[in-house]
């Protein structure tokens, strides 16, 4: 014979985790010679709604895609696309240049192009005698 445990309040709490989902948009992270590249996944969003920062090394990139608007006589049978605010962050190496960062928004996807600082190479510093 086998236990079963039966716990009632867990159908209640898949059925909240179901309706508070949180939009996480997928992003794809390249390095090229000369830059990093990310690009997210944005259907939807307005670019004037996204928000792309950088703070200590850390690249921060945020937005709100909104509701569509329903009116009360429409019958809505399933809703899959979530809305409401995202948030992804990024550290990003030494070598990424801050100052440089660009960002597009075309077609629903986020393009940031993060180019690389010139590396400086160790210099021999000659040692005179006194």
Do not use: Y
Not at 56 to 79: D, K, Y
Not at 83 to 91: C, E, Q, V
């Amino acid at each position: 014979m086998s236990l079963v445990r039966f716990e009632p309040w867990s159908l209640v709490d898949r059925i909240s985790r179901d309706n508070h989902r949180t939009w996480v948009p997928a992003v794809d992270i390249f390095e090229e010679k000369e830059r990093f590249i990310v690009r997210a996944d944005l259907p939807g969003v307005n670019p004037d709604d996204i928000e792309v920062n950088m703070e200590n090394g850390v690249l921060t990139v945020s937005g709100e895609r909104s509701n569509e608007e329903r009116s009360e006589f429409e019958g809505v049978s399933r809703i899959e696309r979530i809305s409401g605010r995202f948030l992804r962050r990024f550290t990003l190496p030494e070598t990424a240049d801050a100052d440089a960062i660009k960002a597009k928004c075309r077609n629903g996807i986020l393009e940031i192009s993060i180019p690389k600082q010139a590396v400086v190479q160790p210099r021999r510093i000659t040692v005179e005698a006194a």
